[in-house]
């Protein structure tokens, strides 16, 4: 699994994100897109998505990993990556 860089602006990358928002929190949710935030995910070796989050200054949001995915370190090995991008980042649970 790698993490990657997720562009809103492309619909197929939109999609996978809304279906593991809504999985994850609830059937209405969508990506809040803004110009100053950043979403990040993590894909498999076939290249799903199988994990979302997003930062918006430096604050951590939208953490969400796929049921089937979980309990695996993949939240882990995300919010890592991401809070090492930055001097500091307030997670907010």
Do not use: N
């Amino acid at each position: 699994m790698r993490i990657v860089s997720l562009d809103l602006e492309r619909p197929h990358t939109l999609a996978a994100v809304t279906r593991i928002l809504q999985r994850c929190f609830r059937p209405e949710s969508v990506p809040y897109t803004h110009p100053h935030k950043q979403w990040w995910g993590v894909v498999d070796a076939q290249h799903h998505l199988v994990a979302v989050a997003s930062l918006d200054g430096d604050v951590l949001w939208d953490l969400s990993v796929h049921p089937r995915y979980r309990r695996q370190g993949v939240a882990t090995r995300l919010a890592e990556h991401l809070c090492g991008t930055l001097p500091l980042v307030r997670l907010y649970l």
